[in-house]
């Protein structure tokens, strides 16, 4: 029942910057923690950063320092501001619920990250 919407993907030169969106709707958007999942190919789909209700943070270790997730829930909106883009970010990044859902089929498309070296 809950629809994401990823956008802000693109092609970007390593040590360049990215912002990604991601567009929520549903209900109690406000209460539930999010995060952005991204999968590399021929990789396990992987969490890169959460953010609980009440704005705690946590990111995977190789991101740290260089990510940032924030989220404005008067637009049931999340966002991940990347800096320092290192060719190993190549991905697609979704965005979703945290812990992720036991459902398969409740990803949307994400978003594509390319960093070339």
């Known amino acids: 029942q809950v629809q994401l919407v990823e956008s802000g993907g693109g092609l970007v030169q390593a040590g360049g910057s990215l912002t990604l969106s991601c567009a929520a709707s549903?209900?109690?958007?406000?209460?539930?923690?999010m995060a952005w999942y991204r999968q590399a190919p021929g990789k396990q789909r992987e969490l890169v950063a959460g953010i609980t209700s009440g704005g705690r943070t946590t990111y995977v270790d190789s991101v740290k320092g260089r990510f940032t997730i924030s989220r404005d829930n008067a637009k049931n909106t999340v966002y991940l501001k990347m800096n320092s883009l290192k060719p190993e970010d190549t991905g697609v990044y979704y965005c979703n619920i945290m812990p992720p859902p036991p459902w398969s089929g409740s990803w949307g498309q994400g978003t594509q990250v390319t960093v070339s070296s």
């Open positions: 549903g209900s109690m958007f406000s209460i539930k923690a």
